[in-house]
């Protein structure tokens, strides 16, 4: 299963919040790290910009990583929010997996047997 690290841009740190839990409840992502502190600098509309924004690190699964962009620019309050996905060319096995299963889509009822 490969792993990939979703990189996204909040406004601000209840935004940031707000995307991470939602990631992580939907099983859409294992584990959401939130980095604030961020400085950003951008041309936007033809002008250079500045914002001060905070970052969202979220590990999913190259399966989910479609439901995961997806979902992110649903909820995200920007125009057009920066996603950007990393495949991880390796790491420690065991946290792999624990990311390949926390992001499995709960089991129908048919499936727990």
Known sequence: MSVV????ACPDAATADR???ALVAERLAACVSVLPGMRS??????AVEQAHE???LAKTTADRLRA???RLH?????ELPEVIAVE???????YLAWVAD???PDPTPTEQG
């Open 102 to 104: 926390e992001t499995r």
């Open 68 to 70: 995961c962009t997806d």
């Open 5 to 8: 690290l979703v990189h996204c």
């Open 88 to 94: 991880a060319a390796g790491g420690l096995a065991p």
């Open 19 to 21: 995307l991470a839990r």
């Open 74 to 78: 649903a909820l995200h309050p920007y």
């Open 54 to 56: 905070v970052l969202l």
């Open 41 to 46: 600098t951008y041309r936007w509309e033809g």
